[in-house]
């Protein structure tokens, strides 16, 4: 797996912006597409949404018994990338971005972000083939100037 977090400029990275890296984690758990997540609403899709968000809560939990991350005070940059093994293919953006909603929420609702919107979280997607399947995050604060 590479270890490099390549930006792209077409997104609005902006590399200019003074950070701190403040946790680097890997979770080891397969990465949802957007197909399999339903909705966040009630009925039957809302129900295997919450079940898929409970699941990598568990599993965020034990990887986070491993490193002491603090909890967000400020706005942060998350670089969010999906390890898929072999036998598996890269999913298209929007997949790859959208299976990443309850991912993004877990964190929120354990203080490592402060919200998901623009003001507190700019957001980064990538995904590259590995020998397993997991979920590698990366935050920084960005502070202030």
């Not at 490592?112 to 990366?138: N, T, V």
Request: hydrophobic share 40%; glycine share 8%.
């Amino acid at each position: 797996m590479p270890d490099d977090f390549t930006e792209c400029e077409a997104c609005g990275f902006q590399p200019e912006l003074p950070v701190k890296l403040v946790a680097d984690i890997v979770v080891d758990c397969s990465y949802p597409s957007q197909n399999q997540l339903g909705a966040n609403s009630r009925g039957k899709m809302g129900w295997h949404y919450r079940r898929l968000r409970q699941e990598f809560a568990a599993l965020l939990h034990s990887a986070l018994a491993e490193s002491a991350v603090p909890k967000a005070t400020g706005k942060r940059r998350l670089w969010l990338r999906r390890v898929f093994r072999p036998g598996k293919r890269p999913y298209d953006i929007a997949n790859l971005v959208g299976g990443g909603k309850a991912v993004v929420d877990v964190l929120v609702s354990r203080g490592l972000l402060i919200d998901d919107s623009p003001k507190w979280l700019e957001a980064y997607y990538q995904q590259a083939p590995g020998d397993a399947d997991r979920i590698h995050l990366r935050f920084f604060d960005i502070v202030s100037q």
